[in-house]
């Protein structure tokens, strides 16, 4: 770890005057332990992250001897540090002070992954920002070090600040790192608790669906078979009585309703297999993903005016995750049907940076996002939920068309040499 900077000198001081227990006061002393194990205590009492955060800020203080705590959390994706928690009177800057990379001393400790100390003239150091919701001149000194999880990942930064002139010395660094890694500690059990909670309510959310949805496929199916099938067994049932009749009266007349009839058993048969198709394709278990999308999308819109193209990669992927990207894509597929009046359809099926994208696009209409959050006969709910269980992202786009594009990890099928269980 690299030496905290110092103004004024302060650390060759530290490297030539030993510290005392006097100095160290009794933060590494019995009070010093009390204080980590109601640090601990504390912040395993809780799964909700903003309440560890907030927890942790007095014990910090009580810990540090400081006056005030800033906890800055860190957003990779954002590219910034955002104020998470801060002891009283600054709790209403929650969430409203941020900070890029580099910026301020949070910033400069987030940047460099090492500690930063100032003991006094903070406004002459190149590194600090003055940030006027927090008060920063009515502090002397500060120490700030950088939060991170088991792995080593910044997951955030921890300030401290005195109102009067305060010496940090290596040992006190040392110990706010200690306080540090705690809380670092607890933020990843929040988030492992936050995600296991969300993966639960998705779980939840796609059973319940999934139950609405076969509900609604066993309606189809037996709404296609009563109009379509049964319809076609009556309508066969009387010609072939017709024709017992006419054998012998007029046997042109039976010959013709026989030719109607093998129409009709042929329209009965296209009608079966096609519900049997929809429930379950035989070509995703004979052959895979890839000619199951090809099959479903010459099937979907074979009687329509659409030109449907397919561009799918063969790929051995584990059951589950074909059997949810197909469900997917016939979710859309049915979508741009009943909604997009669309003149071309695409589908697309590859492996990028390691995984699985499946890409639906469609020159219809599109839709306003709003109103496909709130009406679920678009399926979208369905959709969201089975790529969030497979750890996926999906983003859907409309404007002239849409596009609705989603990425799960490409998991391989295990095999009989797959040491994994």
């Known amino acids: 770890m690299s030496r905290p900077r110092m103004r004024g000198g302060t650390v060759a001081a530290m490297q030539q005057r030993p510290t005392t227990k006097r100095d160290r006061g009794d933060r590494w002393g019995p009070r010093a332990q009390d204080t980590l194990e109601a640090l601990i205590q504390t912040l395993g009492s809780t799964r909700d992250l903003e309440q560890v955060l907030r ?37 209403a800057a929650v969430g409203e002070v941020t900070l890029s990379l580099g910026e301020g001393i949070s910033g400069w400790v987030a940047a460099h992954r090492e500690p930063a100390v100032i003991v006094d003239d903070k406004r002459d150091d190149p590194r600090y920002k003055y940030i ?38 290596s040992e006190d660094v040392h110990y706010l790192e200690l306080v540090a890694s705690l809380v670092g500690g607890a933020i990843e059990n929040a988030e492992l608790f936050k995600r296991l909670e969300d993966n639960e309510s998705a779980l939840e959310d796609l059973v319940r669906t999934t139950i609405q949805a076969q509900e609604e496929e066993r309606r189809r199916v037996a709404t296609e078979i009563h109009d379509g099938v049964t319809q076609h067994l009556v309508s066969i049932w009387y010609r072939i009585h017709a024709c017992e009749r006419l054998l012998r009266k007029d046997p042109s007349a039976a010959a013709s309703e026989l030719a109607a009839t093998k129409e009709l058993i042929d329209e009965a048969l296209d009608e079966a297999r096609g519900a049997i198709l929809d429930l379950r394709p035989a070509t995703l278990d004979d052959l895979g993903l890839a000619p199951s999308l090809e099959a479903l999308a010459a099937r979907a819109f074979r009687d329509e005016d659409v030109n449907a193209i397919v561009d799918a990669t063969p790929m051995e992927l584990p059951s589950h995750v074909e059997v949810a990207l197909y469900r997917i894509a016939q979710e859309a597929v049915n979508n741009v049907k009943r909604h997009a009046g669309a003149r ?61 594009r989603l990425r799960v990890p490409a998991a391989r099928p295990a095999t009989s040499e797959d040491p994994r269980p």
């Open 55 to 91: 927890s942790a800020v007095p014990l910090v203080i009580e810990a540090t001897g400081a006056d005030a705590c800033f906890l800055h959390r860190w957003h990779p994706k954002r590219g910034h540090l955002v104020l998470a928690a801060a002891s009283a009177p600054y709790d």
């Open 132 to 169: 006027p919701v927090l008060e920063g001149d009515k502090y002397t000194s500060m120490a700030s070090v950088p939060i991170f999880g088991r792995g080593g990942d910044l997951l955030g930064v921890a300030n401290v600040h005195t109102i009067a002139r305060r010496q940090f010395t």
């Open 344 to 404: 071309t359809v695409r589908l697309s099926l590859s492996e990028v940076d390691g995984e699985v994208e499946l890409e639906i696009a469609d020159d219809g209409v599109g839709f306003d996002m709003d109103d496909v959050r709130r009406d679920t006969s678009f399926g979208l709910t369905g959709i969201t939920e089975r790529v969030r269980l497979l750890g996926g992202v999906l983003t859907v786009e409309s404007d002239a068309g849409t596009t609705l």
